[in-house]
C-alpha cells in the first residue's frame, strides 16, 4: 500500500514539473523580451571623395576621401518602425589634383579667384582640404525595431555644414629634403554647406551616398564643382 502511494505521488510530481514547464514556455513564446531601442547615437562615415561638373582646367587623380564622424540623437516616430534623427559632427573631404596645383592666394588681377595651375615645382603630391562643422537630420527606418542595433536599417537626410577651415597642402623634395608648402584661407570657399544622403545596411554597417546642393566655391570665385561622395557607414550605441 505504502508503494503504491509512493508511486502515486511520484507520478502526480512528474506530471506537475513538465504541466509547470509547459507554462513557462508558453508564457516565454507568446511574450516577446522588450528591449529598449538603441538610439545610434554615434555615426562615422568613411568613403571616396571627387568632384562633378569638373571644367576641363581641373583635373585630380587618386583616391580623393571623405571621413566624418557625429554623435546623434533618435527620437521614434509613435511605436513604428521610423524615426527622426539629428546630431552634431564634423566632417573633412580630401582630394588630390593631377599635376596640377590650386592658387588659393595671390596679390595679383586674379587675387579674387581660385586658379588651377601646371605644376611647375614637382609636387609628388597636392591636396585641397575642406572641413566642415555639421548638422546630420535624417529619417530612419528599422526592421527591428525591438533591437535596432541588428536588422535592415535605411535613411535618408540632409546634412548642413559651416565652414571651419580649407587649405592647400603640397609635398616636394628640396636637394634630398621634404618640403611641405601649406597655404590655409577660408575667402574662397563656400561658407555653407547642405548635402543630400542616403544610407541603406545591416545592422551596424551601412553604404552611404552623398550628394552636395552646393558648390565648393563660391560664386564668381572658382569653378562651379560639385563633391559627391559614397563609402561606408558605422552607426550604433
Known sequence: MIKRLAVL???L???FLMFAQDV?????NSTPEIRKPARDFVMIKFGYNNWLNKPDSVSLKGFGYTFSAAVCYDFPIAKSNFSFA???GINSNIVYTNSQILKL?????YSSQVRFLPDTAGYKRFKFVTTYLYAPFELRY??????RNRGFKAAVGLEVGTLLGA?????R???GITVKDKVDTKDFVTSWNFAATARIGWGHFSVFGSYNLTNVFKTDNGPAVTPYSMGIALTGL
Not at 24 to 28: A, E
Not at 142 to 147: A, I, P, S, T, V
Not at 167 to 171: A, D, E, I, L, P
Open 9 to 11: 505521488v511520484l507520478l
Open 13 to 15: 510530481t512528474q506530471s
Open 24 to 28: 513557462d514556455k508558453s508564457s516565454t
Open 86 to 88: 539629428a546630431g552634431l
Open 105 to 109: 592666394a595671390d596679390t595679383g588681377a
Open 142 to 147: 528599422f526592421g527591428n525595431n525591438l533591437n
Open 167 to 171: 587649405h592647400t597642402k603640397g609635398v
Open 173 to 175: 623634395s628640396v636637394n
